[in-house]
């Protein structure tokens, strides 16, 4: 017979077993299916494929190829000389560019979260990842960060795809993020999920409130399937904790020591020249207040990139002020139950919805633009991101919002273009094989009609997107 303390623990663990169980059952039961529909099929790889006379930016510099031909073979860019020269031999796929169309580099979102459905606050969605994977190729994106989610559904995601088992860019992903105790997303989640699930992030989430804590989140992080580290410094609500800067200095020496980089997500000025001075990779987000001339400087001396994530931002503030209206990308791949919760009028509940209506209001447009222009402008490299899916952010379709609001504040494409491929590219790799169009490169390629130069808006009249050779099918909505 099992000695009583052996009983006694063994029935506690089988009642922990049934109330972890309920509490799924729970989660479960409390969250709709979103309706969504296929938006992407990959052919197969073109053993040679041809785009005939062709504009292309090479994402070597800010320089664009007038009457190019480029070759693509089993997956792979093999040349890129001026039209006019003879064809490969043996069967050959033709894409005719006219001398009209412009080839660039896939596009690059440094900033997602696959795992997210990107629904209001008030509605609670099952969402199956394999929906934004597509809506991203869709767009024309074909590599993404993912910067906070599970890391072993994430590397699950990412090895189907490079397999061609699942249609979507390539994956470069975080585990979760590492924030203070009591800091952001904590006391959103807690607002805006249902219970329990808002509460159970707390035990998902690592926290830590001192160096030493801060050391050892990341060791465990650095244990995980994952290709960074992310770590929070901000106040969402104004009034939460957020992580200090003997803290989070030890989180950047820790990632490096582990060999990995270090994103950051700020919210304010201060913080963001504190994570930038302190080692920080990448900024994840830009500041919401308005830079001081010493704080561009300071950003500038440091070198480090910031993704903007416009698009998030003001999506997020027109949506509580009742004006959001989504874009015709948005329109052909987000499903309507999302879209239709937060458009015009409708969107003005998230105005009352703690802590993000708050959080709404206190975004200014003229100073979010004010930043890109003046980071720019003082020679700071910036990336580009969406953090979707959230609600005024989607897949796809918020990475063209995001170049054009940063276009609309004073950013040259060819800069945007820039930070959407091969200076991204860059940050994961040391020598990426993607992110330009050169010889020996994966062949991820985006084909649209016109000239980004005059008309940004020429990003999303797509004519082909390629991921690694294989010529995407972009579906209609049923």
């Not at 244990?223 to 939460?240: G, N, Q, R």
Request: hydrophobic share 45%; with cysteine; glycine share 10%.
């Amino acid at each position: 017979m099992l000695p009583r303390w052996l009983r006694r623990a063994l029935w506690l663990l089988l009642l922990l077993i049934l109330a972890v169980a309920a509490l799924a059952l729970r989660i479960a039961c409390s969250f709709e299916t979103l309706p969504v529909w296929p938006l992407a099929q990959l052919g197969p790889v073109e053993p040679q494929l041809v785009f005939r006379d062709v504009r292309v930016f090479p994402a070597t510099g800010h320089e664009f190829l007038e009457h190019q031909d480029v070759l693509v073979r089993a997956g792979r860019i093999a040349a890129l000389t001026p039209t006019g020269g003879p064809l490969p031999d043996g069967p050959t796929r033709i894409i005719e560019g006219n001398g009209t169309q412009t080839l660039l580099p896939g596009l690059i979102d440094a900033h997602v979260h696959l795992l997210s459905s990107g629904g209001a606050p008030w509605q609670a969605y099952h969402f199956a990842p394999e929906h934004n994977l597509e809506a991203h190729l869709y767009a024309g994106v074909t590599t993404v960060f993912d910067l906070g989610g599970f890391p072993g559904q994430l590397e699950e995601l990412a090895t189907k795809v490079e397999s061609g088992e699942l249609p979507g860019p390539r994956i470069f992903h975080t585990g979760s993020p590492i924030t203070a105790p009591g800091s952001h997303p904590l006391p959103a989640a807690q607002a805006l999920l249902p219970w329990p699930a808002g509460q159970l992030l707390g035990f998902i989430i690592p926290t830590a409130a001192t160096p030493a804590e801060a050391r050892a989140a990341v060791a465990a992080m650095a244990a995980e399937p994952v290709d960074y580290v992310k770590a929070i410094c901000e106040h969402i609500p104004a009034e939460s904790p957020a992580m200090d800067e003997a803290t989070l200095s030890a989180a950047i020496a820790a990632a490096h020591e582990h060999g990995l980089k270090i994103f950051v997500h700020v919210g304010d000025a201060k913080q963001a020249v504190m994570a930038a001075q302190a080692g920080a990779d990448v900024l994840a987000h830009g500041p919401r207040d308005r830079l001081s001339p010493e704080q561009v400087a300071a950003l500038a001396r440091t070198g480090v990139p910031i993704v903007m994530t416009m698009a998030g931002w003001l999506g997020v503030h027109e949506i509580g002020a009742g004006t959001y209206e989504p874009s015709a990308l948005d329109r052909a791949i987000t499903p309507p139950e999302l879209l239709d919760a937060v458009t015009g009028g409708a969107g003005r509940r998230l105005d009352v919805t703690p802590p993000i209506g708050a959080m709404a209001r206190e975004v200014d447009p003229a100073v979010m633009r004010g930043n890109a222009r003046v980071l720019y402008e003082a020679g700071v490299p910036l990336l580009i991101g969406t953090d979707s899916a959230l609600p005024g952010a989607y897949p796809g379709g918020g990475l063209h919002e995001e170049l054009r609001l940063l276009h609309a504040a004073g950013v040259p494409v060819s800069e945007l273009l820039l930070a959407a491929t091969s200076r991204a590219a860059a940050i994961v790799a040391a020598q990426p094989d993607f992110g330009r169009v050169a010889p020996g490169l994966a062949a991820d390629l985006l084909l649209v009609e016109g000239d980004p130069r005059e008309d940004i808006g020429a990003l999303t009249r797509i004519v082909k997107v390629i991921r690694a050779g294989r010529v995407v099918q972009r579906l209609d909505r049923p």
